[in-house]
């Protein structure tokens, strides 16, 4: 049921337009995972467990439902996630993206993005994949001690990740490695072996992530001993020296790259812009000239399937986000920028004055969260420090 919003918006033009797929099942449930991802209960990395074909099938379809919001718009980027896509049969991989193809115009250096796990690697499937058009991945490494990954549930061993990466430097255009950090019992001398082995393949793109205890998971029913604060803080500031001396910017909270190798897709989030999600659980964000709206889809994938077999539709909800939470929703964006935005991208993506945030602009600033450049809207470091107080300005 759509919410609409009593004021209207004006935008001046649509932003870019992306696409995310979910592909909602995984070898093994991680404990600290709070994602929608679904244990494979028969067979592990050879698709068995689930119905491959008909999942991809409710991917088409679900596809088709949203080609009359976005028609004639391109996409200049796609990214797969899960769950573990790498799962995927190199055939299944090409008949859905070969199905893309067919309904939707991509740009002509369109980035493709598929999350894999080490665990489920395979040279062959990796070949294939980047056959199909794959042309980016995203390996879930977390760490290459085998000690710290058994701690954190993961399937694979610090020789396997090894592997992994070389093989995907061998057949992708970029990659990207998923590290983890203030991991259990973790010191700065293991952290520092972790950056320096990813820091050895000289892989374009890097995302580090401070392992948090989520609601939901085993490790928030069970949580194992993290480092202190002060330890942590102390890790990342190690982590960064590092990266920056081996030629990374941090552009983003989490993530680090080579010049001209940050991930398109995710740019395209946090600048606030369109796209179009897929899949069991998946979300989703559309604007028309006078409106923006937010999509979810159902989470399991039995019931997401069933939904779109049986009313070719799964979302559960579409709503119209109110002219009052705009303001919110891009700064929460804009503001893990680095280098933030162009102030006048926040008319450009929502259709408002930035005279709107005036106030909380100024508040910001005074506090030393925001930069006082009047052309830009970008986080002091103490603001990328405190990164939840300064959005909570804009509340």
Known sequence: MLNSSPNKIALTALPPLALYIHFPWCEKKCPYCDFNSHQIKDGAGNGQGFDEARYIKALIADLESELPRIWGRHVHSIFI????????????????????????????????????????????????????????????????????????????????????????????????????????????????????????????????????????????????????????????????????EAGYTRYEVSAYAKKDQECKHNLNYWRFGDYIGIGAGAHGKISLPNSITRQVRERHPETYMQAMETNGNALIEAREIPTKDLPFEFMLNALRLTKGVDTNTFSERTGLPLSVIAKNLNEASNKGLLDSNPSKLKATEQGLRYLNNLQELFL
């Open 81 to 244: 996630g899960g769950g573990t896509p790498s799962l995927l049969s190199p055939e299944g991989m090409d008949e859905l993206l070969s199905a893309i193809r067919a309904r939707i115009t991509l740009e002509p250096d369109c980035e493709i993005t598929m999350e894999a796990n080490p665990g489920s690697v395979e040279a062959e499937k990796f070949s294939t994949f980047a056959m199909s058009g794959i042309n980016r991945v995203s390996l879930g490494i977390q760490s290459f001690q085998d000690e710290q990954l058994k701690a954190l549930g993961r399937i694979h061993n610090g020789v396997q990740a090894k592997q992994a990466i070389e093989v995907a430097m061998q057949h992708f255009k970029s990659v990207n490695l998923d590290l983890m950090y203030g991991l259990p019992n973790q010191s700065l001398v293991a952290a520092k072996a972790d950056i320096d082995t990813a820091l050895s393949f000289k892989t374009p793109h890097l995302s580090l992530y401070n392992l948090t205890l989520e609601p939901n998971t085993y490790f928030a029913s069970f949580p194992p001993k993290l480092p202190n604060e002060d330890e942590i803080d102390a890790i990342f500031e190690q982590n960064l020296k590092l990266l920056t």
